[in-house]
């Protein structure tokens, strides 16, 4: 690892895929996501040794999205333990058109915590345990990655509420089979706020390098998972970290990975380093299309890969 | 690496989980799989600098059944190329409950290699490149594992085809929607005869080991896919080798792999070594009771993870 | 018909029918309804010339659930006319579990306005058009029955809104396709509202009556829908009437009917009377064990069937 | 009902209808239905009192595909009588779309007898009780038609083996339930030549005739089903008799009916007479254009309905 040129890498990179800038469509369904300028790309990686590498728009800050799945997931995974289990499972969910059957079949038990349905049940299980999951949420986040700036948009948080039918569907129908503890609109709150997350691409490699580092954030030395939980948080994003194109992705990459519809995508090279993209435009299967483009050619490369 | 005995981990794990036993129940579909004896465990390691170790009942032949998959597809692969994505998908399946109706939802297209569907697509791919494809596909298999005693039992094979409707039912659906060339009753023969090769834990273990070898085979040097193709059959492994257990497996091994309801399972550990552990009896997903515990143990007791 | 004694026969399928009472289960997910007591069993028939034939407890009311969508409809037929068929269909749904699939499939559109889905749609279209929408279903169905006595309980109302999770789900999910246009908790509190109507069986057959008399109460002679529009919702009821029993009670009775988890079921006989049968106790279909036998009985000793 | 003039009326009702020739498609999957005119329409009666009303071309035989569906059940209704209800159910089975997860969903057994599933087991059944299976279904339909000049057309029969793939999938499928007890491919070709019996518009009046007299036939006295089992059959043909256009038929015209892709329609009003409509273009659900539109127009202008 120490041979590859990182800095060179990701710059070159970042040249290659920005032609496929204006192929790919930003997230609509709220102003807020619509309105952001799609001509920025931004990488950034961080290795286990402490050096950051960014390129382009790296220290923009955008909406994560559903990369904020993971982290009220690692929350909650410390707190509960394997009694998580008990409240969803660990498959990948298949096609997503049957999201709402396999619900339903299953009896209200998500099939993991990387789909919706999944991490508005991490929510819950987070306001079972926390007096104040946004200020918790928020805390927890600017601790992995090392930035007390990290805020959430309320407009974003706001307007996805306003917009929201399908994920208040969702957790009504989880509520109705009893896997849903708290108020139906106070999970909805937490959940929408945490999409609503604003980081950078240096933010979030940064906060996900402590599941690189069997657990511990390297920046401070901090015990966040134990070994064992990160390597199952890395396991559980290889197989369903990136919704229809998980298996896409770990195809093409070999790498796990968390996207989210605000265009962003981290990966992470356990025992090396964790990797952002970031760009506005998605894929049909709402992915970033420069992110999973760039992410491809990195580990082409560099010839890093897991397997 | 150096640093593990391989063979007193083997044994010890054959020790310890020897205690399922009991506890599973062997597949009873057909007479020929219901009549084995319950009481066996194997397990062998094949390293890349070409030491085996194996442990218990590791020479005895079983019936590789769904393990076949990787087998044909690896053929099918190295011929077809990246055409083969036309005719099947690389996604996780989700739950089995609905595999007919989202192969009828997706046009007949199966949405991996690995589950039923997806092989018997690729035993149809075989039949339009292969003028004798059993043959084809014995000798592939001895090459890989360097042994020319591997053989088909045929009564296994007239069993499956006498029982096998349901798979019937498949090749008859993907037909109507265009996607089998070959006659239905050729596709089928050659299907269950794959399942029904016999081979040893000695067997697999050397057979996969071109999957931890970048796709050369290390006993002979030969190159079996390329490096890139050896990689994403990995990450497919990964993602979907185990049916509706693959998120499970690679929760609780972090390993890509293969099972088969014979009772066997191989997992690949990339640039180390292969290993592959069988014992009849099932759990209620197909997989091997002893050999999901087995693989369990041994990547917690090596430490050995690609996370 | 004149020559049939619809006394006798009322009361000897009452004291026949009884016997079933002790085999069924009350709907018990409110305490409202579980505290119904079971050893109720009610028949009134309302024929076209005036006379009502009454027998056991024809005059407790009891909550007629399910059994107020087909007024729900019927108000909104008139006012919508055929528009209202860009917002549900009006096929038969196949087996419940697949409830919600077809709705994401269809589009948020519901099969037809008799499952729930479809009388949630029925309730927004009233909103729509009524600046009081409890105080025009109550007119409605006093106006239909006669009686200016007939209330909603509001204590069943409310109870439902507690635990309606899965309807909260589904007025959710079609707003999220768009094919809600009030606010989700006002469509929520008018449908639970009706759903939790009081009326008793003189009262249900009576209201009914105009759909066995082309549209016209015969009571009064009032223009309830045009005898085309009265003829399709009585084709409704005799397919999509009894849920995944609406078959069976074709099957059986050869009788469009309509039924509620009160433990009431409403039947037509064109051109000749309308009939209900209340007992609180429910066969595994949610349908009443009495009411059903109960028609089946008189269908069969009369010799009445449309077919 | 002696007042209407079926003659003028249904020679109205052609040359109204005949207009829509041209804006549908005739059944493509095989040559031999592909090939016929489309420029064919024809309406025949058959009334209790023997008289037979004939326009257009009432006399040529057409494929009767799905229609034949409703006599195989008859045979096998007569001989197994209730037994039959553990092999298929008597619900309407929703959206075609979900056939095959339905069918999973319920362990083989088809939701009724007028979807392919349901018909693949009603001949199954015919199978285990017949030496002769293809001869005593022609001696069958001759004796309701009182023509003896009824026979297979086995080019199309032959034809619709040569793409049957689905259906092919299907009887595997119940098969591998334990649904099907004969041959799979002796089932098979009894149910396509049963599809391809070809039948004129008024042997297809006759031959139903007797499912509106009370299962005796009008023509001859036979009892041919019971009056119960007569009415029945009827109750299932207006809840399930037009695949995904059941709940549309029964709203449009409010007769039970079946309907088969050579483009005939049989639709049946109890006590009165029988009527069967023929032209060979489709609707998008695969009714017959103009018989769709002629059976609504006659019962409006008839005034006839079981409503």
Known sequence: MNNIDFQTCIEEILNETRGLIGKGRVADYIPALAEVDPNQVGIAVQTLDGQTFQAGDALVPFSIQSISKVFV????????????????????????FNSLVQLEHENGIPRNPFINAGALVSTDCLLSISKNPLKDILSYVRGLAGNSKISYDSVVANSERETGYRNAALVNFMKSFGNIENDVEAVLNAYFHQCGLMMSCVDLARAFSFLANGGINPLNGEQILTQSQ?????????TCGLY???GEFAFCTGLPGKSGVGGGIVAVVPK????????????????????????ELFTTRTGISIF
């Open 230 to 238: 990160a390597k199952r948080v890395n396991a559980m994003m290889q």
């Open 244 to 246: 229809n194109e998980s």
């Open 272 to 295: 090396m380093f964790s990797i952002c993209v970031w760009s506005p435009e998605l894929n049909r299967h709402g992915n970033s299309l420069v992110g999973m483009k760039a992410l």
């Open 73 to 96: 997931f690692s929350m909650v995974f410390r707190a509960w333990g394997d009694r998580l289990w008990s409240r969803m499972g660990r498959e990948p969910s298949g096609n997503s």
